[in-house]
Nanobody, 128 residues
Framework: EVQLVESGGGLVQTGGSLRLSCVVS????????IGWFRQAPGKEREWVSC????????NYADSVKGRFTISSDNAKKVVYLQMNNLKPEDTAVYYC?????????????????????WGQGTQVTASS
């Protein structure tokens, strides 16, 4: 059974940092991507970032470029999202998700909010 479990959320002041973790288990596919999404109250879920297991390619939404960094520890099967200079508009429930397929397909699906497997989410709150 595939499981994705997020952790690391919390409350920080504007300008602060948090590191989210996503532990992936039960995955037997060779080509897949892990992405981070977020959903704020009253808003649609949006894609934030993703990393491909195929070649390590990373991509970011414009709203977080230069502030967030995605990385992975393949041996531990953990994907991290380092979030720096957090803003109130970053406040949301953050989810990690997995897409199986080529690097191109991974990005296309995630940018359209589609993934095959989802975690339960972790709350991030940046107070002003």
């Amino acid at each position: 059974e595939v499981q994705l479990v997020e952790s690391g959320g919390g409350l920080v002041q504007t300008g602060g940092s948090l590191r989210l973790s996503c532990v992936v288990s039960g995955f037997t596919f060779d080509e897949y991507g892990i992405g981070w999404f977020r959903q704020a109250p009253g808003k649609e879920r949006e894609w934030v970032s993703c990393i491909s297991s195929n070649d390590g390619t990373t991509n970011y939404a414009d709203s977080v470029k230069g502030r967030f960094t995605i990385s992975s520890d393949n041996a531990k099967k953990v994907v991290y999202l380092q979030m720096n200079n957090l803003k109130p508009e970053d406040t949301a429930v953050y989810y990690c998700a997995a897409v199986v397929g080529s690097t191109t397909l991974q990005l296309k699906m995630m940018q359209n909010g589609v993934a095959g497997y989802w975690g339960q989410g972790t709350q991030v709150t940046a107070s002003s």
